[in-house]
């Protein structure tokens, strides 16, 4: 069973460098300043682990094992994207949430990105096998 991280660099090794794909890995949390000692936290709470945009489309990508759960902050992050018309989904398999970006991009017109992203689910295919 794949962890979120090694979800999430997979999902990322498709996707990224796709052209047409506008992709990004989103971090938050805390950290604490080196000069100062104090926490510092950065981002937004329960944003996705990534955002990409298809065909104009904005993309939010949360990665989980197969055990993990949703935060309630998760939750209401995805209902907000939701409402105003951009697309969630939940990867627990990188493999097949590529395949769903690929199929989002051919209904959004973009036959060429989705083209683009099944090829690289193929070469990844057949590096990890």
Same mark, same amino acid.
């Given at each position: 069973?794949? /962890?979120?991280? !090694?979800?999430?660099?997979? =999902?990322?090794?498709?996707?990224?460098? +796709? #052209?047409?794909?506008?992709?990004?890995? @989103?971090?938050?949390?805390?950290?604490?300043?080196?000069?100062?000692?104090?926490?510092?936290?950065?981002? /937004?709470?329960g !944003?996705?682990?990534?955002? =990409?945009?298809?065909?104009?489309l904005? +993309? #939010?990508?949360?990665?989980?094992?197969s @055990?993990?759960?949703?935060?309630?902050?998760q939750?209401r992050?995805?209902?907000?994207?939701?409402?105003?018309?951009?697309?969630?989904?939940?990867?627990?398999?990188?493999?097949?949430?590529?395949?769903?970006?690929?199929r989002?991009?051919?209904?959004?017109?973009?036959?060429?990105?989705?083209?683009?992203?099944?090829?690289?689910?193929?070469?990844?295919?057949?590096?990890?096998?």
């Amino acid at each position: 069973m794949p /962890t979120e991280a !090694a979800t999430q660099r997979q =999902l990322l090794a498709i996707l990224g460098p +796709v #052209a047409g794909l506008h992709v990004e890995r @989103t971090n938050t949390g805390v950290a604490v300043d080196p000069r100062t000692g104090r926490h510092v936290r950065f981002g /937004t709470p329960g !944003a996705p682990d990534v955002r =990409l945009t298809v065909a104009g489309l904005a +993309v #939010a990508i949360e990665c989980k094992s197969s @055990t993990g759960r949703q935060s309630e902050a998760q939750r209401r992050w995805q209902a907000a994207h939701e409402a105003a018309g951009g697309v969630y989904l939940l990867c627990r398999d990188a493999m097949a949430t590529a395949r769903e970006v690929a199929r989002i991009a051919a209904e959004a017109g973009n036959r060429a990105v989705s083209l683009a992203i099944l090829r690289r689910c193929e070469a990844t295919k057949k590096v990890l096998h």
